[in-house]
């Protein structure tokens, strides 16, 4: 299974980023499909997440009315539209995918390239 993330960069606080995450269309069809992110020092945390069939979503407290997951099917990716941005919201964020997976999942059995999101105050 593979996993291509891509999106991350430096934006200043209050601005926003989106972050793709793209994967095979038979990965994508039976697979949980959501982001975790890890800081400097700090355990890998989950982020936002699908369920195995697209049906469900779960967000961390930290992002909710922040953050949007969304997915296009015909493109087979996934995506994290980051708005409101904060200093604390600076980690290095990782796609990650498992079959027929929860929304919310503790961890990913696959997992993408990290993609360094920095946001300066």
């Known amino acids: 299974v593979q996993l291509q993330a891509s999106g991350g960069g430096l934006v200043q606080a209050g601005g926003s980023l989106r972050l793709s995450c793209t994967t095979s269309?038979?990965?994508?069809?039976?697979?949980?499909m959501g982001w975790f992110r890890q800081a400097p020092g700090k355990e890998r945390e989950f982020v936002a997440g699908?369920?195995?069939?697209?049906?469900?979503?779960a967000y961390a407290d930290s992002v909710k009315g922040r953050f949007t997951i969304s997915r296009d099917n015909a493109k087979n990716t996934v995506y994290l539209q980051m708005n409101s941005l904060k200093p604390e919201d600076t980690a290095v964020y990782y796609c990650g995918a498992e079959l027929y997976g929860a929304a919310e999942p503790t961890r990913y059995k696959y997992w993408g390239q990290g993609t360094l999101v920095t946001v300066s105050s």
């Open positions: 269309g038979r990965t994508f069809s039976s697979s949980a």
């Open positions: 699908f369920n195995w069939s697209g049906s469900r979503t």
